[in-house]
């Protein structure tokens, strides 16, 4: 089945860096979504991506959807402490399927 | 603005009981599903329910997963016959149309089988 490969797994920062981090597949993807998930709560949507190419800021979150629509990659500019959690990528392959797939995931700690 | 809402936050059950997991979707959304998550591990699709009915489910969804909409406002999951690998954390997600509107996650419930 498709996969995501998310990179990298786990990004120690300090506050007021920048953070990328991006989702790859060997499959074509129809949609891009990036969300964010603090501990025992559901992920939260930041940015959703539909067309190859695009690029969409939120606040200082920025992502793209690559031009072969098998990558995306979102960026984080000055970061916050409340930046900190896990963010994953999610992708909705071509053919039809409902089945959104999720990357395994990017720990982020940002220290003050 | 408007959320998806899952109850219970915390569900602890015997094996081989039977757990209903509930969910009230946002109120204009048409698509509903439910999705997995293992501690430390990633989400994982179970099943997406459109039109009252089942229109995709994976692997893991087998004979002892079933989803409903008893009314208007409400979806269920229920595991008949819980297994201690079903321990997890369960989302429930909602979207607008199929495609291309993003989905919307509860905020979960956790599923201890002990």
């Known amino acids: 089945g498709q996969q995501l490969n998310q990179s990298p797994q786990s990004m120690f920062i300090q506050e007021g860096e920048d953070v990328s981090m991006n989702c790859t597949s060997s499959s074509i993807f129809n949609t891009w979504l990036w969300y964010k998930q603090d501990p025992g709560e559901g992920p939260v949507l930041l940015i959703a991506l539909y067309k190859a190419g695009e690029l969409t800021s939120n606040g200082r979150l920025t992502a793209q959807f690559g031009i072969t629509r098998k990558d995306s990659f979102l960026n984080i500019s000055a970061s916050i402490p409340s930046d900190v959690g896990i963010y994953f990528c999610?992708?909705?392959?071509?053919?039809?399927?409902?089945?959104?797939?999720f990357g395994k995931g990017m720990k982020l700690t940002v220290n003050p | 603005e408007p959320e998806v809402t899952q109850t219970p936050s915390h569900q602890v059950t015997q094996m081989g009981q039977e757990v209903i997991l509930r969910c009230v979707p946002i109120?204009?959304?048409?698509?509903f599903y439910w999705y997995r998550q293992i501690l430390g591990q990633k989400v994982e699709f179970l099943v997406s329910f459109y039109n009252n009915e089942i229109s995709e489910k994976s692997e893991i969804f087998d004979d002892q997963f079933s989803v409903e909409r008893p009314d208007g406002s409400n979806f269920t999951l229920k595991i008949r016959s819980t297994k201690l690998e079903d321990s997890a954390m369960y989302f429930c997600?909602?979207?607008?149309?199929?495609?291309?509107?993003?989905?919307?996650f509860g905020n979960g419930t956790r599923l201890t089988v002990t």
């Open positions: 997600a909602s979207s607008e149309v199929s495609g291309n509107s993003p989905l919307h």
């Open positions: 999610a992708g909705l392959p071509q053919g039809g399927s409902e089945k959104l797939v």
């Open positions: 109120s204009n959304h048409l698509y």
